[in-house]
């Protein structure tokens, strides 16, 4: 099964991506993580990213595709559930170049809702341990359960630059899931209630996937 995930900022595609890999049996391919490895690793390709990034330069399509390349072809035979790939229809048709997907998961959550979790987001100043006040508070208001360290709210995650990241989001991934959508290769997954068990949304997604 090649399953590409997408969903908005916020949408917790991540966390759904890596419980589907234990009940489709199939690898969680991040191409966040993957560009991550590189870099730690000190790979020509890490090297490459990190000269771009640090001058604030986007690395540019044809070196994210490269690492995705090398990785995908080495999993091909296990499938995969990618996530953060393709961002253009260019990346799009480059995936097709190197394997054909068979199913297009795109999680649609509200806006408000999006605002709403991701504002009350807190993050530790001392380990980077991440908390949510309403659905995942710490033991002792404002403290880390682990070590006491102040919680505090990222600059990203305040509502306004959300709005943006959202807006961004939108524009960028309409043309790539329309892409889809004309392949018929699209699942629409709606998730409005951010409280719900993840793993009800992963066995929905499941069953769209199967469908
Ligand atoms: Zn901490």
Redesign the pocket.
């Known amino acids: 099964m090649k399953i590409v995930i997408f969903g908005p900022p916020g949408s917790g595609k991540g966390t759904y991506a890596s419980r589907l890999v234990n009940k489709l049996g199939v690898p969680h391919i991040s191409t966040g993580d993957l560009v991550r490895e590189e870099i730690r690793n000190k790979t020509p390709l890490g090297k490459q990213i990190e000269k771009y990034s640090s001058s604030g330069t986007l690395v540019p399509d044809a070196v994210i595709t490269d690492i995705l390349k090398k990785r995908l072809t080495a999993e091909l035979s296990k499938g995969f559930i990618l996530e953060g790939y393709p961002r253009t229809v260019g990346q799009a048709k480059e995936l097709e170049k190197i394997t054909k997907v068979d199913v297009v998961v795109n999680l649609n959550v509200p806006d408000s809702v999006i605002v709403d979790r991701l504002s009350s987001r807190l993050q530790?100043k001392?380990?980077g341990?991440i908390y949510n006040s309403k659905t995942m508070p710490p033991k002792v208001a404002g403290k880390?359960d682990?070590?006491g360290?102040e919680l505090f709210r990222r600059v990203d995650d305040q509502p306004e630059v959300i709005q943006e990241r959202l807006k961004v989001y939108q524009q960028a991934s309409e043309p790539v899931i329309d892409f889809y959508r004309s392949k018929h290769l699209l699942k629409d997954i709606r998730n409005e209630d951010p409280s719900v068990d993840p793993e009800k949304v992963v066995d929905q997604i499941a069953k769209a996937i199967k469908q």
Request: aromatic share 0%; charged share 25%.
């Open positions: 530790c001392t380990c341990a880390c682990k070590d360290g």
